[in-house]
Protein backbone atom coordinates (compact mmCIF):
# COMPACT_ATOMS: atom_id res chain seq x y z
CA UNK A 1 0.00 0.00 0.00
CA UNK A 2 1.32 3.07 -0.99
CA UNK A 3 0.27 6.65 1.17
CA UNK A 4 0.52 9.62 -0.76
CA UNK A 5 1.28 13.05 1.29
CA UNK A 6 0.13 16.08 -0.07
CA UNK A 7 2.03 19.76 0.78
CA UNK A 8 0.06 22.06 -0.66
CA UNK A 9 -2.11 22.81 2.42
CA UNK A 10 1.12 23.28 4.53
CA UNK A 11 2.68 25.50 2.13
CA UNK A 12 -0.92 27.76 1.34
CA UNK A 13 -0.72 27.98 5.31
CA UNK A 14 2.45 29.06 5.44
CA UNK A 15 2.11 31.79 2.71
CA UNK A 16 -0.91 32.94 4.18
CA UNK A 17 0.74 33.20 7.68
CA UNK A 18 3.74 35.72 5.90
CA UNK A 19 1.07 37.82 4.09
CA UNK A 20 -0.81 38.36 7.04
CA UNK A 21 2.25 39.11 9.45
CA UNK A 22 3.19 42.05 6.28
CA UNK A 23 0.13 43.15 6.51
CA UNK A 24 -0.22 43.99 10.49
CA UNK A 25 3.83 45.44 10.76
CA UNK A 26 3.94 46.90 6.67
CA UNK A 27 6.58 45.14 4.53
CA UNK A 28 9.74 47.84 5.35
CA UNK A 29 9.17 46.85 8.92
CA UNK A 30 9.03 43.02 7.76
CA UNK A 31 11.96 43.48 5.72
CA UNK A 32 14.25 45.88 7.95
CA UNK A 33 17.29 44.17 9.67
CA UNK A 34 17.79 46.00 13.39
CA UNK A 35 20.80 45.26 15.25
CA UNK A 36 21.15 47.35 18.37
CA UNK A 37 24.84 47.24 19.87
CA UNK A 38 26.93 49.47 22.36
CA UNK A 39 29.44 50.51 19.93
CA UNK A 40 29.70 51.99 16.08
CA UNK A 41 30.38 49.81 13.49
CA UNK A 42 33.75 49.96 11.59
CA UNK A 43 32.09 51.24 8.30
CA UNK A 44 31.35 54.52 10.39
CA UNK A 45 34.14 54.56 12.31
CA UNK A 46 37.72 56.97 11.37
CA UNK A 47 38.28 60.95 11.10
CA UNK A 48 35.54 62.32 9.11
CA UNK A 49 34.89 65.60 8.27
CA UNK A 50 32.30 68.54 6.81
CA UNK A 51 34.95 70.22 4.27
CA UNK A 52 38.47 69.08 3.16
CA UNK A 53 40.32 71.75 4.76
CA UNK A 54 38.56 70.50 8.41
CA UNK A 55 40.87 67.42 7.72
CA UNK A 56 43.50 69.00 8.65
CA UNK A 57 43.58 70.63 11.97
CA UNK A 58 41.23 69.89 15.10
CA UNK A 59 38.50 71.82 14.40
CA UNK A 60 34.57 71.20 15.44
CA UNK A 61 34.26 70.39 11.79
CA UNK A 62 36.68 67.64 12.53
CA UNK A 63 35.27 64.19 13.70
CA UNK A 64 36.94 61.37 15.03
CA UNK A 65 34.74 58.59 15.34
CA UNK A 66 35.79 55.16 17.19
CA UNK A 67 33.61 52.49 18.55
CA UNK A 68 33.21 53.60 21.88
CA UNK A 69 33.28 57.51 21.63
CA UNK A 70 32.31 60.42 19.26
CA UNK A 71 35.08 63.29 19.40
CA UNK A 72 35.27 66.75 18.02
CA UNK A 73 37.18 70.00 19.32
CA UNK A 74 34.45 71.09 21.10
CA UNK A 75 32.24 68.22 22.28
CA UNK A 76 33.39 64.57 23.41
CA UNK A 77 31.15 62.05 24.41
CA UNK A 78 30.97 58.36 24.85
CA UNK A 79 28.62 56.00 23.22
CA UNK A 80 25.79 54.33 25.32
CA UNK A 81 23.66 52.48 22.84
CA UNK A 82 23.85 52.15 18.85
CA UNK A 83 20.83 51.33 16.52
CA UNK A 84 21.83 50.13 13.02
CA UNK A 85 18.51 49.66 10.48
CA UNK A 86 19.94 49.42 6.91
CA UNK A 87 22.34 51.72 6.47
CA UNK A 88 21.83 54.28 9.40
CA UNK A 89 23.12 53.87 12.54
CA UNK A 90 21.70 56.10 15.42
CA UNK A 91 24.02 56.63 18.49
CA UNK A 92 22.89 57.48 21.60
CA UNK A 93 25.73 59.40 23.78
CA UNK A 94 26.40 60.57 27.01
CA UNK A 95 29.34 63.51 27.39
CA UNK A 96 29.69 66.46 29.90
CA UNK A 97 26.98 68.66 28.37
CA UNK A 98 24.40 65.39 29.14
CA UNK A 99 22.97 63.60 26.51
CA UNK A 100 22.82 63.72 22.67
CA UNK A 101 21.65 61.92 19.83
CA UNK A 102 23.63 61.53 16.55
CA UNK A 103 22.18 59.60 13.14
CA UNK A 104 24.57 58.62 10.91
CA UNK A 105 23.43 57.26 6.73
CA UNK A 106 26.21 55.64 4.98
CA UNK A 107 26.16 56.80 1.50
CA UNK A 108 29.21 54.75 0.17
CA UNK A 109 32.48 53.93 1.89
CA UNK A 110 33.47 57.63 2.01
CA UNK A 111 30.60 59.64 2.76
CA UNK A 112 27.93 60.02 5.07
CA UNK A 113 25.13 62.51 6.16
CA UNK A 114 24.87 63.01 9.87
CA UNK A 115 22.77 64.87 11.90
CA UNK A 116 22.04 65.91 15.53
CA UNK A 117 19.98 68.09 17.98
CA UNK A 118 18.56 70.64 15.64
CA UNK A 119 21.28 70.79 13.56
CA UNK A 120 20.03 70.09 9.64
CA UNK A 121 21.10 66.83 7.61
CA UNK A 122 24.92 67.60 6.49
CA UNK A 123 27.54 65.90 4.51
CA UNK A 124 31.23 64.21 6.34
CA UNK A 125 33.63 63.28 3.88
CA UNK A 126 36.71 60.53 5.13
CA UNK A 127 39.65 62.05 5.64
CA UNK A 128 42.39 60.65 4.36
Not at 7 to 36: H, K, M, N, W
Not at 54 to 80: G, K, M, P, T, W
Request: contains cysteine; glycine residues 8%; aromatic residues 8%.
Amino acid sequence: MILRISFLPLVALIGACSDADRGERGDAAATAVIDESHVIPVEYRGRWAETPAACLSDNSRRYEISAAQIYRADFSARVEDVIIAGDTANVSLEGQGGAAQFRFVLDDANTMRASYGTRAEFTLRRCR
